[in-house]
């Protein structure tokens, strides 16, 4: 393995969307998605912790609570690392716009909030290249907080930080952990330059505020997808 | 105690009161049966043992064997899937045992890992980082055997090599007698490197099983003064 260096050589570009539960971010990148593929480019979506091949392990691990802050940490690098070298990479380098739903940000906001080094971390997913873009949805913590518990959902014990033992209502523990995350989202955005969506703004409106973006970024009609008669 | 580099968050190394010994080396090296010596020799001075070895976490050792019969995984998952199994047993079975006093006897530690990794390509300095998490021991044994004498023990034992432990994922030969030797060749060039800065207690493991327990339980007692 070699530590991701510049990899302008590729013709792929990636897109990441980053953000609080709540944020809005996942509307978004699908609406995204879906303008790009209507526009017949060649565009590959991947989500957080959805790699086949780990997921038996993260959902034993998180039932029975097996995780310390360590495992939660290696066994999502696992996961991310699946999907990044089967699929991320070489569709970065076969010329696709690869869109991710939570990308190694989310990690670093969530395992330091866990305490996870920070040097520990960015040396952890030192293999993946950052993205060409980071869109980060901005959304007050209240919004966000009301947006997910306004439904009195059910919290998973990780999802609520049960496991950091901040409190022992998951939704007050919620929503302590979630503000520790955004406080992290917000040195995270200024470290790596994520680009800023307003996340109160209506979904039409952010959805044409991010096409417009994309659009100035990359050079679109590159990206066209040129197989004849299949797809 | 101290950790190699950053650690596990919330353990104070310094509460660990007990020992952690590992034996090192390739599979034909004697390691399993020293391991058993050893474990009798401190039993019988009154100390209690625990035993560890890769691949026997309840979290992933289950995906790991599977994963290691169709060759599915990609290099850096595969790292990620033995760190997160060396991370399990560490923190649920090394730690707690330390802190209860006991003698952990590690049948392979981190060096393994990282020799496997760094041969198959791996940063070295990312490995570095990752298994800043371990522990150091107060000894590491390193059992050194010849690549033709453990080709020999191997397929005494087993009349075939073991895929893996012959690197034949490497391509460094179709045939599994030169992939073996190869192989373990450059594994034990790595294990060389690492020892000026891991400080292995290399042990000659072509010798016979009672020359080289009586090696190890002298510098078991030299070093641990148990």
């Known amino acids: ?231 | 105690m101290q950790f190699y580099g950053e650690g596990i968050p919330g353990v104070n190394p310094g509460e660990l009161t007990g020992r952690l010994i590992v034996m090192e080396g390739a599979d034909g090296s004697g390691r399993s049966v020293q391991m058993e010596i050893l474990r009798d020799y401190l039993e019988n001075k009154g100390h209690a043992t625990v035993n560890v070895g890769l691949r026997r976490s309840t979290l992933v050792s289950e995906e790991l064997r599977e994963a290691k019969e169709g060759n599915v995984l990609g290099e850096i998952t595969r790292s990620l899937f033995y760190a997160t199994d060396f991370a399990d047993q560490l923190e649920n079975q090394i730690i707690p045992a330390l802190k209860a006093g006991f003698i952990v006897l590690a049948d392979r530690y981190i060096y393994t890992l990282m020799a496997r990794d760094i041969v198959r390509g791996a940063d070295r300095g990312w490995e570095r980082s990752l298994y800043g998490m371990a522990l150091v021991p107060d000894l590491v044994i390193y059992l050194k055997v010849s690549p033709a004498q453990l080709v020999e023990r191997n397929l005494r034992k087993n009349a075939m090599l073991d895929y893996w432990e012959s690197g034949m994922d490497l391509g460094l030969s179709r045939d599994s007698f030169d992939s073996f030797i190869r192989y373990q060749r450059l594994i034990q060039k790595e294990f060389a490197l690492m020892q000026a800065e891991y400080g292995f207690s290399t042990v000659n493991g072509n010798l016979s099983i009672g020359v080289v327990a009586r090696e190890i339980s002298n510098r078991v007692t030299d070093i641990l003064g148990v």
Not at chain 1, 26 to 42: A, D, F, N, P, V
Not at chain 1, 122 to 147: K, S
Not at chain 1, 192 to 215: H, K, M, N, P
């Open chain 1, 1 to 231: 393995m070699i530590l991701c260096q510049n990899r302008g050589q590729y013709p792929g570009r990636l897109i990441a969307v980053e953000g609080l539960d709540g944020s809005g971010k996942s509307t978004q990148i699908y609406l995204l998605k879906r303008w790009l593929e209507m526009k017949g480019l060649k565009v590959f979506f991947t989500e957080w912790n959805s790699s086949l091949l780990v997921k038996k392990a993260t959902s034993k691990g998180k039932k029975r609570q097996l995780l310390t802050p360590t495992t939660f940490s290696l066994i999502h690098c696992t996961d991310f690392a699946d999907r990044y070298e089967r699929q991320i990479l070489p569709l970065i380098k076969a010329g696709y716009l690869v869109l991710c739903d939570r990308y190694i940000y989310t990690a670093f906001a969530r395992d330091a909030v866990r305490g996870c080094s920070r040097t520990w971390l960015e040396y952890l997913y030192g293999f993946a290249c950052h993205p060409d873009i980071t869109l980060f949805f901005n959304t007050p913590l209240q919004v966000a907080l009301e947006r997910i518990l306004g439904g009195r959902p059910q919290l998973k014990y990780h999802e609520a930080g049960m496991d950091l033992g901040l409190s022992a209502d998951p939704y007050e523990s919620f929503r302590i952990f979630q503000g520790k995350i955004y406080d992290e989202y917000l040195a995270l955005q200024k470290r790596y330059g994520f680009i800023e969506i307003d996340g109160t703004a209506s979904i039409e409106a952010q959805q044409q505020r991010v096409r417009e973006l994309i659009a100035a970024e990359i050079d679109l009609p590159r990206y066209r997808s040129r197989t004849i008669g299949i797809g």
